[in-house]
């Protein structure tokens, strides 16, 4: 299953609302997580299932979506928020990834 | 909380075998869960390579199954990655990481280990 992320990169301040697009090639239910990345960091989980927040995750972070299309939404940007973000489809094996949206400072 | 480290050597010959070990702290590898290999690199962003139960059952990306052994030592909270003959697309950064279901299928991987970069090169 391929997941296509939009837009590649993007470019926000500090306050702003962003969304992030993801699309999948196969009807994935409600199976989609995302994920921040740091600099030299690993990825870490933020949403799974779609629109469940992990625990420790701010609110300001929301998901949604199903089947084919899915939303990443940071309510009101703040300076730690700026960092790349990923998609990953949990429908079926093996797990995929989109190819990240990196977001940046205006 | 649960900690995984990667540890292993950074370079790797063309046609060798790269070999990394993750290390489970904080916890029992014998817990229910699945642990994961995923590397990143800069063309091909994320990619799952396999999975291991405590057990010994594994799974495996068919883009890399014919070259990837994944094996477990319980008694040392170790799981390890074999990538056979490989070649300068092999050049990543390499996590290990944990599941509670099997190829994260219906779940998510969490946590992460920290990541090594191991470079294919002569």
């Known amino acids: 299953i391929q997941v296509t992320q939009s837009p590649s990169s993007l470019s926000a301040s500090v306050g702003d609302r962003v969304t992030i697009a993801c699309r999948a090639s196969?009807?994935?239910?409600?199976?989609l997580n995302w994920y921040q990345q740091k600099p030299g960091k690993a990825p870490k989980i933020l949403i799974y299932?779609?629109?469940s927040l992990q625990d420790g995750v701010p609110s300001r972070f929301s998901g949604s979506g199903s089947g084919t299309d899915f939303i990443l939404t940071i309510s009101s940007l703040q300076p730690e928020d700026f960092a790349t973000y990923y998609c990953?489809?949990?429908?079926?094996?093996?797990?995929?990834f989109g190819q990240g949206t990196r977001l940046e400072i205006k | 909380q649960v900690q995984l480290q990667e540890s292993g050597p950074g370079l790797v010959k063309p046609s060798g075998t790269l070999s990394l070990t993750c290390t489970v702290s904080g916890g029992s590898i014998s817990s229910s869960k699945w642990w994961s290999w995923i590397r990143q690199t800069p063309g091909q962003g994320l990619e799952w390579i396999g999975e291991?139960?405590?057990?010994?059952?594994?799974n495996y990306n068919p883009s890399l199954k014919s070259r990837v052994t994944i094996s477990v030592d319980t008694s040392k909270d170790q799981f390890s990655l074999n990538l056979r003959s490989v070649t300068a697309a092999d050049t990543a950064v390499y996590y290990c990481?944990?599941?509670?279901?099997?190829?994260?299928?219906?779940?998510?991987?969490?946590?992460w280990g920290q990541g090594i970069l191991v470079t294919v090169s002569s």
């Open positions: 196969q009807n994935l239910n409600k199976f």
């Open positions: 299932a779609a629109s």
């Open positions: 990481a944990r599941a509670s279901l099997p190829a994260a299928v219906e779940d998510y991987f969490d946590p």
């Open positions: 291991i139960y405590h057990g010994g059952r594994t």
């Open positions: 990953q489809q949990s429908y079926s094996t093996p797990a995929t």
